[in-house]
């Protein structure tokens, strides 16, 4: 049987220019209402500077700022290392398309040792990923088919009837399992674009679509590449909740568990909105 | 009497040059160990995008990235707006010092307007501050002469009696009223330095000072600068706790609340420690 390219790999391709520049392409398969989902892009400016012939480590933390939509078709990457110390590494990378910037991040690399470890944060107690169903995002939202969602409380808000009152709630909270699809053993790209898969809260709490766009995007990569690996292509357990709303924005904090109940990272947005 | 400036105003004066190029010092005032406070490093690069002619609106997101070291003297600081849209406007801005990159950072600021609104997080019930003590850090944190803490829980470990193992915690909260000293109105650069005014988490669950040092932190702005004019010089409630410790990282995830019940702004930073 011939080897396929994953989705998230193909959508990742970025060919090698001097200078630390990259040239890429977006992906049908990660298409958003308009331009490329946003945790794809984050995924796609991380990887420039993890293949950069002077990166140092693994990503430890990861703030990406969508600055303006990303036109589909060819775009330009550049990720400058700002600064390399012993044992860290910090990166400003640009995505722009003919010649207008798109989207900017900011990037810590590191190579960790061992410490004391301890995690605080408790995970949700929740059933089972096989006691869960998986259910679509409505099918328009075309780079959700390459995610499984298995949504435990906070699933996405169904159209109201004709006529009738949106359902509102009081609790943005969404928890979830949620993997690759087709399974794919997890990374940090994947990882990334996990941490940004959720709907935007404002949609649970007002009951109904409505027009959002993150602003910024940040990542803390609590997992390594080793405990990485040991996830393979298990579902993750993904939480996340605004804790406020108000003038135009509102945030976002999740939590990405592993299965086995490690915390693989902890993610934060700020989210444009009209309501 | 004469106007005496205040301290933070003094450390955030910038002389403005060419093409978006301004040039400061590090303020004794705000010395930490080793370097300044990184609260007021990343209220001097914000106040840099704040200064320049070409800023559109007020800052609703500031990332800032401590890449190495800042020396005691000179700095230059650059702002460059990235992406300037209708409402929105997208900054990268870098301190070096004799041409070397110490610190860097990504901000949006945004024209606000009116929304549907609601903090959805609960402000900790607490007691009124005039009934809380206000304590000092230990004297040799400079920078913390210029903030009043009284702290509810979590307050900063005290050293043990000769012999004496360190008293270990489970819990990383840290709760408390602070506000800058002297009195003064409060603003986005005070804002900024309030969320990174809370001492290391590690202290707290180790029980003893280790060393430790912010590499990411990030603050969304939820007021604006009229919500934050009606603070006045109050103080404001901040809360802090981390997810999880290992490998050489630990994460923060602080709330920081007005008198009356409004969330001011969220913030999130990643910690290097050593234990």
Redesign the interface.
Known sequence: MPQTTHPLDASLELAAGDDGTFTGATSAAYANMVGPFGGNTAAVLLRAAQEHPERLGEP??L?V?F??PVADGAFTVTARP??T?RS?Q?W?I?LSQDG???T???A?F?V??????????VMPQVPRPDEVPAQPMPPFIKWADNYEFRWIVGGIPQPSADGAAPVES???TTTMWVRDVPPRPLDFAALTGICDSFYPRAFL??GTALPAGT??F?V?F?A?SEVLARQGDEPVLGTA?????????F?Q?A?IWGAGGT?LA?S?Q?V????
């Open positions: 430890v933390a703030t700022n600055a303006g700002t600064r110390n860290t910090h400003f640009e207008v910037v798109a900017t991040a900011t810590v590191a960790r040792r061992n410490t004391w470890a301890a995690d605080e944060a009081d609790d943005s709490r007002r602003v910024t940040t803390y609590h390594d909740r605004a804790k406020t709303f108000g003038k135009g924005y945030d904090v939590e915390l902890t934060h700020l444009y909105f009209k309501a």
